[in-house]
């Protein structure tokens, strides 16, 4: 069976602090894709990345950065420098290949981050 | 802009009674999706469309139905036979399905059943 587990329900930090999601998985398949999604208090869903199994390179894009290390299946998110817009609820989630029928992606509970200035 | 649009926001309703939340895009995505809520949980599957007048069900389609008529469009009922209604709804829609498509997701509507 396929999980995804976000074991900080919530965080606060301070403004300009560095913070770190955590996120670890569990998955019979040998491939599949690992997401991050960001919920801000609107509502709706914003993608953030999408890392498929076989590459394991770690991402910077700006303040946000991600380290995928399958050998301990865990895809964890890193903001640098958090801003007081960085707070949100932040899911990790897991989608299989879509080898016969559609993978459906599976979410973590989420982690709701307060950045406080 | 292109995007998804979700009707309305805010729903309140009395138990027993069927309701229909709305899901429009104007991306000319193929795929959509319909998700459930829950404080504390990721979100759930309800149902989902490949394309015009085919859909499937997701994890949790009991007590929901849906049709898709139009390509833009992915109406959601929620009905008296769903025992917890009371939650957030998102509408999703992607290219076309599977994870190599991004989901667009829309704002939600928050239904509340009394």
Same mark, same amino acid.
């Given at each position: ?34 997401? +991050? ?28 950065? +991600? ?51 | ?15 027993? #009674? ?31 469309? #490949? ?64």
């Amino acid at each position: 069976a396929q999980k995804v587990t976000q074991a900080q329900t919530e965080i606060s930090v301070v403004e300009k602090e560095d913070v770190t999601l955590d996120c670890v998985y569990e998955t019979r398949d040998t491939t599949y894709y690992l997401f +991050w999604y960001k919920q801000p208090p609107s509502g709706e869903l914003v993608f953030l990345i999408r890392r498929n199994s076989f590459d394991e390179q770690n991402e910077i894009s700006g303040r946000y950065s +991600w380290n995928f290390q399958k050998s301990t299946s865990s895809f964890n998110f890193t903001i640098t420098a958090s801003q007081v817009v960085d707070s949100a609820v932040y899911f990790c989630a897991l989608s299989g290949f879509m080898k016969t029928s559609y993978d459906k992606v599976i979410f973590g509970p989420g982690t709701s981050l307060s950045v406080i200035p | 802009d292109g995007g998804i649009t979700q009707s309305p926001k805010y729903l309140f309703r009395k138990e027993g #009674q069927n309701v229909t939340l709305s899901c429009e895009q104007n991306l000319n995505h193929d795929a959509m999706y319909w998700y459930r809520q829950d404080p504390g949980q990721g979100l759930r599957l309800i149902y989902y469309s #490949q394309i015009v007048n085919d859909f499937q069900k997701g994890d949790i389609a009991e007590g929901y139905s849906v049709s898709r008529e139009k390509k833009e469009s992915f109406p959601l009922t929620v009905t008296s036979a769903q025992k917890n209604p009371t939650a957030f709804y998102l509408c999703a829609s992607s290219i076309d399905l599977g994870p190599d498509y991004e989901q667009y997701f829309g704002p939600g509507t928050r239904l509340t059943v009394t």
